[in-house]
């Protein structure tokens, strides 16, 4: 049964979309909620999913799929996913059968990641604040009401607390995941490693929940954002989820360093560091994947879901609380100011990789 609250209707389309494909949407595996993925033909775990797709998104994500399952990109050894879209008429974006071949792996004097980046200067674009926030303030201090307001919602959207379930449950997944995909022992190692400094951010995301409200810190929040429900069904899914996720998170860490609330600015260093180690991470292993030709071809289409939804983790172009935030000094730019900066960003990263950079208005949800 569905834990209460969980969007029941969500679930039955996402079941609804993955049956077609031949593909079950197993019983919850995590809190959040999130789902395993299951071959119908074996019963073997082939990814998960959550329950906070916008309507319809998952029919469209599995239709547009059709020719990599039929390919054998995605889904299950057993070929049932190829068996089931070929006969529903899907054509195979090639004719090669084999398997995805895995580059040179990085050495574990690698980890962690953002040494090597931050050793050639500092990678991120710096904001400019374009006024001086109205006050700082400290752990303790009296603090406005609308400035608590915008600073528990920035930190619900962050998520990253230790007694918030959902975070964990997330966090699950992403074991999940790397149990299920992992190309080599040194991966699914490299992973163990980013869930560590993660749980190390939802200690530290924790204490400054409670030195700001102790109920806040420990009120479950489930990521709201459709991008942490998208369905990854393979590494090259992972590898572009930390890409593009973890750099969102780096990209705002960045932009809290001059924060008014103090301790927000004093931990903001370290998260934009490990951030910006763990989108390496997944970028390092996208350029293995698309050392391959067919792994490229699989990663060029991801792209199609992975990078509209980066795109949209920014919020609303015209966000009517930007400039509310921009004003108490919370943040030093809008939405859109941030969001083109991370483009560019993104945009250089993938084309030294050979993989083209999706129009940007495409699939979008929030202009």
Not at 51 to 60: C, F, H, I, Q, S
Request: overall charge negative; glycine content about 8%.
């Amino acid at each position: 049964m569905p834990r209460p609250g969980s969007n029941v209707c969500a679930v039955d389309d996402v079941r609804q979309a993955y049956a077609a494909a031949g593909i079950i949407v197993d019983q919850p595996m995590a809190y959040g909620t999130y789902y395993r993925l299951r071959c119908a033909g074996c019963g073997t775990s082939v990814g998960n999913v959550g329950d906070r797709l916008l309507p319809g998104m998952a029919e469209t994500i599995v239709a547009a799929q059709a020719d990599l399952y039929a390919a054998g990109l995605l889904g299950c050894a057993c070929g049932h996913q190829r068996a089931t879209a070929a006969a529903r008429g899907a054509r195979s974006v090639d004719d090669d059968r084999g398997t995805i071949a895995i580059a040179a792996r990085p050495s574990g004097d690698d980890w962690p990641f953002w040494r090597g980046v931050y050793a050639s200067g500092d990678p991120l674009p710096r904001f400019t604040r374009d006024m001086a926030a109205a006050q700082r303030f400290e752990e303790g201090d009296a603090l406005p009401p609308e400035y608590r307001e915008l600073l528990t919602k920035m930190l619900r959207h962050e998520g990253e607390r230790a007694g918030n379930k959902s975070f964990l449950g997330f966090m699950a997944t992403c074991a999940d995941v790397a149990e299920t995909h992992y190309p080599t022992a040194r991966a699914r190692l490299i992973k163990a490693e980013y869930l560590a400094e993660e749980l190390k951010h939802a200690i530290m995301f924790h204490r400054l929940a409670v030195g700001l409200d102790p109920d806040f810190a420990l009120r479950d929040a489930p990521y709201a954002h459709y991008t942490f429900h998208l369905p990854r069904e393979s590494w090259a899914d992972d590898a572009l989820f930390h890409f593009l996720v973890d750099l969102n998170g780096a990209f705002h860490a960045r932009d809290w360093r001059d924060s008014s609330y103090a301790p927000l600015a004093e931990m903001s260093s370290t998260v934009e560091r490990d951030e910006l180690g763990h989108s390496e991470m997944g970028y390092r292993f996208l350029a293995e994947i698309v050392s391959d030709a067919r792994g490229r071809a699989l990663a060029q289409r991801l792209l199609a879901k992975w990078y509209p939804a980066a795109l949209d983790m920014f919020g609303r172009s015209d966000s009517p609380n930007a400039p509310k935030f921009i004003r108490w000094g919370l943040k030093s730019v809008g939405n859109a100011e941030i969001r083109a900066a991370y483009k560019t960003y993104v945009d250089a990263k993938l084309v030294a990789l050979s993989l083209e950079p999706p129009d940007e208005r495409a699939n979008r949800r929030f202009l």
